[in-house]
């Protein structure tokens, strides 16, 4: 029986794409690992593999469209002794959705969900997580009476494939869930909060006025799905300080002639982040996450930096960045800023990290107050370094390059003292940058 290709998740707030680019045509041969297409994520464009071996029968979806929801049928494939003639019950191409919100509405309903007829399911495990394998490895798991949630799976992402389950055995029946977890699953849903005006009564605030209806991208979605949620769920609160710069423009200015003949500049930023990732190896604390019902507290300092592209952001992971020098991170940072405004970046290079730096002082923003990033503990929010006059240690008044940062922590991770502390070795490397390289 022919085996359906479904729309992959590629990263891990996926839960639509573009289908950019086939890279396969009908009746070509393809192999697990074979390039199949390019699909455009909420992040990044990205090459989808096949998983399991045979021939391209039918194409579904139309290069181009856009909005393919995850594990939407996207081609078929025709296993050995299979023709086209076998598809006559493979679903029809779906349309590209429409950008009105009567249309989002309806394709974000059950019915899109629903698997087709030809395939099995896409299985769960006991609490409900969607396993990821092929529809061949389902059906054959199903034939062998295998339990998925127990095999792991060596294919793309984890994903389990045809050689996982023919190589499984079969387990003991899982037991039934209890009457209690019965009650549970049967008990009324929480009532969902107060949603906010509908496309269609903000619309008619505008009657007679000249705009123009701008569609939501993936990458728009995703921004503005975790930011709700950032604001809904974490306790901010913020902890500000200003930095003098002066003595680290100094030191910047005599290693970047120094470096000039390698043709590294270092920047003020390159500086933050080296200062923020030795400041958490000093306040081992706020080296930590939020994980729902405990912490995760990093041995690492991994530091995320928030890179502004079109239609949103990213925010590309300096892992290991208190082990990497001035100049490292300086050509890292620079790779990963470029990768991330063509959208090229894969999933591990932009998911975790303890905190993030978002630094607007480029635009001559003197401070603000940034939103965490979930599941990061705080970010820094960095804002432009001013001349202002300031009182010397010898009481006079004298001038000097001031830089404001606010920092914005989690609550449920790290109190207010501890955030203070951090803060305040932040400062003092920015302030003594001789001391970053000892």
């Not at 039934?176 to 008990?187: F, G, L, R």
């Not at 991330?340 to 978002?358: C, D, Q, T, W």
Request: hydrophobic share 45%; with cysteine.
């Amino acid at each position: 029986m022919p085996t359906e290709i479904l729309m992959p998740a590629l990263s891990p707030t996926m839960e639509e794409g573009t289908l950019a680019k086939w890279l396969v045509k009908e009746g070509d041969e393809v192999a697990s690992g074979d390039i199949l297409a390019e699909i455009e994520t909420d992040k990044a464009t990205m090459e989808f593999e096949a998983v399991d071996e045979g021939t391209i029968g039918k194409i579904l979806i139309e290069a181009g469209t856009d909005g393919v929801k995850v594990n939407t049928p996207i081609a078929v494939l025709l296993e050995e002794g299979e023709s086209a003639d076998d598809i006559g019950s493979a679903p029809a191409p779906a349309e590209p959705p429409k950008d009105t919100p009567q249309t989002e509405a309806k394709a974000e309903g059950p019915a899109s969900d629903a698997p087709a007829a030809s395939a099995p399911a896409a299985p769960k495990s006991g609490d409900g997580t969607r396993i990821f394998a092929s529809p061949l490895a389902r059906r054959i798991a199903a034939d062998k009476g295998l339990d998925l949630s127990q095999i792991t799976g060596s294919g793309p992402h984890g994903r389990i494939v045809k050689s996982d389950v023919e190589a499984a055995k079969p387990a003991a029946a899982a037991p039934t869930k209890t009457d209690a977890s019965a009650a549970k699953a049967d008990a009324p849903a929480a009532k969902a909060a107060p949603a906010g005006p509908s496309a269609d009564q903000v619309a008619r605030m505008y009657e007679g006025r000249d705009y123009e209806d701008v569609a939501l991208d993936g990458m728009r979605r995703t921004v503005a799905a975790r930011l709700t949620e950032a604001k809904q769920t974490i306790p901010h609160f913020y902890l500000r300080r200003d930095v003098t710069l002066d003595a680290l423009m100094a030191f910047r200015a005599d290693l970047n002639k120094q470096l000039e003949p390698r043709g590294v500049k270092l920047s003020v930023n390159d500086f933050i982040i080296k200062a923020s990732a030795m400041a958490l190896q000093a306040v081992p604390d706020c080296n930590a996450v939020w994980a729902g019902d405990r912490m995760l507290r990093l041995k690492p300092s991994d530091v995320a930096v928030a890179v502004a592209v079109e239609g949103g952001l990213f925010t590309p992971v300096l892992k290991d960045a208190h082990l990497k020098s001035l100049s490292a991170l300086s050509a890292e940072m620079k790779d990963l800023a470029t990768r991330a405004r063509n959208k090229k970046l894969a999933p591990h290079e932009y998911v975790g990290g303890s905190m993030a730096i978002s630094n607007l002082g480029m635009f001559g923003i003197e401070n603000f107050d940034a939103v965490i990033n979930p599941p990061h503990g705080s970010i820094l929010a960095v804002g432009a370094g001013l001349k202002k006059p300031v009182v010397g240690a010898d009481g006079e008044i004298k001038v000097a390059t001031v830089m404001s940062m606010t920092l914005s922590v989690d609550h449920r991770v790290i109190d207010g003292a501890l955030g203070a502390e951090f803060l305040k070795e932040v400062v003092s490397y920015l302030e003594n940058p001789m001391t970053m390289l000892a």
